[in-house]
């Protein structure tokens, strides 16, 4: 909605940092630390401090530019191929998952990360609110990985795994985990976890000693790539949200 006065959207009363995830600028987590940066105003005044809301009325400006809120959410799954950084843009000037979305016209961005070398599941939206839902653990949505690992882990490795393995002095909550198949030199593994700590596949996998040659997110929730192929992706629809299992109004 569009006060014909004044041009500016119209909007119910929220917090900042919920504002500027509906504008589709950045997710709730970004948001605050935009506003810690001192990247946002509201009515001409620099906010840095959390619990600001905003209001109707209110001009909201983010980076020197009007921040309005995205007229249709939208959900995009896209295969990532290894070989891109899950990021709007890169400073280093790699490429990017943004490189991948062309015939995307809204602002999207990508919910959690994968890592550069790590390909499989990713979506993207302007929906700050799922983001933050589908992300944080205690919605404990499971992502679900095949992971080619060095060598033939054995009973117990597996069992630490499943157990929980002490990375950055705290244990990971525990994993489902299933073994495909192995010889001699590899394994193929299948891993779900709801965490999303840095690399942590790949940690868990270095901790029991046997490093992740290959990895590849296959499922998030009950939502699978299908035949979705390396570079390629699609619209979400309402009953593919639903095998995500995030709660809408949580």
Same mark, same amino acid.
């Given at each position: 909605?569009?006060?014909?006065?004044?041009?500016?959207?119209?909007?119910?009363?929220?917090?900042?940092?919920?504002?500027?995830?509906?504008?589709?600028?950045?997710?709730?987590?970004?948001?605050?630390?935009?506003?810690?940066?001192?990247?946002?105003?509201?009515?001409?005044?620099?906010?840095?401090?959390?619990?600001?809301?905003?209001?109707?009325?209110?001009?909201?400006?983010?980076?020197?530019?009007?921040?309005?809120?995205?007229?249709?959410?939208?959900?995009?799954?896209?295969?990532?191929?290894?070989?891109?950084?899950?990021?709007?843009?890169?400073?280093?000037?790699?490429?990017?998952?943004?490189?991948?979305?062309?015939?995307?016209?809204?602002?999207?961005? &990508? +919910?959690?990360? %994968?890592?550069?070398?790590?390909? /499989?599941? =990713?979506? $993207?939206?302007?929906?700050?609110?799922?983001?933050? !839902?589908?992300?944080?653990?205690?919605?404990?949505?499971?992502?679900?990985?095949?992971?080619?690992?060095?060598?033939?882990?054995?009973?117990?490795?597996?069992?630490?795994?499943?157990?929980?393995?002490?990375?950055?002095?705290?244990?990971?909550?525990?994993?489902?985990?299933?073994?495909?198949?192995?010889?001699?030199?590899?394994?193929?593994?299948?891993?779900?976890?709801?965490?999303?700590?840095?690399?942590?596949?790949?940690?868990?996998?270095?901790?029991?000693?046997? &490093? +992740?040659?290959? %990895?590849?997110?296959?499922?998030? /929730?009950? =939502?699978? $790539?299908?035949?979705?192929?390396?570079?390629?992706? !699609?619209?979400?629809?309402?009953?593919?949200?639903?095998?995500?299992?995030?709660?809408?109004?949580?």
């Amino acid at each position: 909605m569009v006060d014909e006065m004044s041009g500016r959207h119209m909007f119910e009363k929220m917090r900042l940092q919920k504002y500027l995830s509906r504008c589709g600028i950045a997710s709730r987590r970004h948001a605050e630390e935009m506003i810690r940066a001192g990247r946002v105003r509201v009515n001409g005044v620099t906010v840095t401090e959390m619990g600001i809301t905003v209001s109707p009325g209110d001009l909201v400006e983010c980076d020197g530019k009007p921040a309005v809120p995205e007229e249709r959410p939208v959900y995009i799954m896209l295969n990532k191929p290894a070989g891109y950084v899950t990021t709007a843009s890169d400073p280093q000037g790699r490429k990017t998952v943004m490189d991948l979305t062309g015939g995307v016209s809204e602002r999207v961005y &990508p +919910v959690g990360r %994968l890592d550069y070398d790590t390909e /499989g599941l =990713l979506i $993207l939206t302007n929906d700050g609110d799922f983001a933050y !839902r589908s992300t944080h653990p205690r919605h404990q949505v499971n992502k679900t990985y095949i992971a080619e690992v060095v060598g033939e882990p054995s009973r117990e490795a597996l069992q630490k795994l499943r157990d929980g393995i002490m990375l950055d002095r705290r244990l990971t909550s525990p994993a489902k985990v299933e073994l495909l198949r192995q010889n001699k030199r590899r394994a193929v593994l299948r891993l779900s976890i709801h965490e999303g700590r840095n690399r942590q596949v790949r940690r868990m996998c270095e901790a029991i000693g046997h &490093p +992740v040659r290959s %990895l590849k997110r296959v499922a998030i /929730g009950g =939502l699978g $790539l299908g035949s979705l192929k390396p570079g390629e992706w !699609r619209y979400l629809s309402s009953k593919d949200l639903k095998k995500i299992e995030v709660d809408s109004n949580g």
